[in-house]
């Protein structure tokens, strides 16, 4: 959940700290209307109906509280954020029982500043949040937002990370949120194509260009059309084949091998590398401008060692697919196999939990999947003994990462998230604090 065209109104009197905020909510997306008087909110809040006011307690004239008491006196009242300052903190407390949603106490991290928020404004009325896409951890559901915002500039993208990150599935999701969805994608990997097929695969020939080309070819460039070409490991693309590249992107044009008529390049350029291009460019082997040339939105996705989270989520989705496919009778995967998953580094990524997976359904012989069937190298489950936590830490993170999901689910949203969980909101506050989850988390 991002804050994209959310209406916050804010009452500071203070010009620093107003104009800092607008800026870092105006950065999040949000459209954000800016008072600095009581009065003058009043007025403006009726007028704008905004989603929350994130209000300073005390203000010349009337104060925080008195603006809360009006707005809140109108059907449909949006939340408040108060901010105060140490002295206020008890009379911040006691407007939150009064119904304000929440305050932050002088000095305030930005992030928690904006954790609130979020959590404050809940999901859009009337739009629901999607399913995930690429995952429930933080960081995946932060990437999804960039999918999105990145799919409608319709500029060029490089994807980075390590080998079987996601990489192109990031690709192909921004390929499917942009205008061009029903366009083709194209996917070509640089490492996997011999060097001197390259440039004709890319562009295309011409018939007789060369000993072999009995017809005209259309490369990956000209079938990709109005759609996407996706460049998979472009830092191995050869120097001669990189300058076509540059030429593609800057003149929007090519010309197939052995032809001389330019063909127009309407796609959308993709990279993707697991190679530090940057350290390529400082080594002289791939071009400076190239680099800036696709490099013009940079999306970086995290190693899954790095996305705990996700781990549990990723797995039962590839369970109940390959669960489907092979038609098979295990019923499940076993808590102490997600606990090994959970202690296991991951260096092939999400590539890798597909394939043990993939593997642990087709071989199992037991109901349950068993952490020997995910990590067969590792020898005999007793061997895993040793790893095993115990229950009440093996139940906090069972509760913790259930927690996140509804949480996920929710958008953030506690009161929903209660709600999915069958629990009160001061009890999921409760266990939230007791398990070192921020609101805003999920
Ligand atoms: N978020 C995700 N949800 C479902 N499946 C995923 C997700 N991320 C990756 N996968 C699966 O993991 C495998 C590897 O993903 P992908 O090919 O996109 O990785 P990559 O980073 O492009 O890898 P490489 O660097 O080797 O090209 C694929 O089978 C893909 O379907």
Redesign the pocket.
Known sequence: MSLESRRIALVEDDPVMGGSLVQRLSLEGASVDWWQTGEDALEGVAERAPEIVICDLRLPGIDGEEVFRKVSNAAGAPPFLFITGFAEIDQAVRLMRAGAGDYVAKPFGIDDFLDRVQALIGPEAGRREGEP???VSKP?RGLEQLAGRAARIGSSLLVT?E???????VARLVHGLSPAADQPFMAVNCAAIPSDLMESELFGHEKGAFTGAHQRHAGYAERAAGGTLFL??VGELRPDLQAKLLRLLEERRFTRVGGERPVEFRARVIA?T?ADLEGLVRAGRFRADLYYRINVVAVP?PPLRERRDDIPW?ME?FFSGFAATFDSAVKGISSLAEEAALAHDWPG???EL?NRVERAVALSAGPWIGPGDLFPEQGPAANLASALPPLEEARDEAERRHILRALAATGGGTAAAARILGIGRTTLWEKMGRLGLKRGDG
Do not use: Q
């Open positions: 896409v690429l995952g995946m990370g080998t079987g990150t996601g990489k192109e599935v998979d490991e993707a697991n996705v990723l989705r990524n999400v590539r597909r």
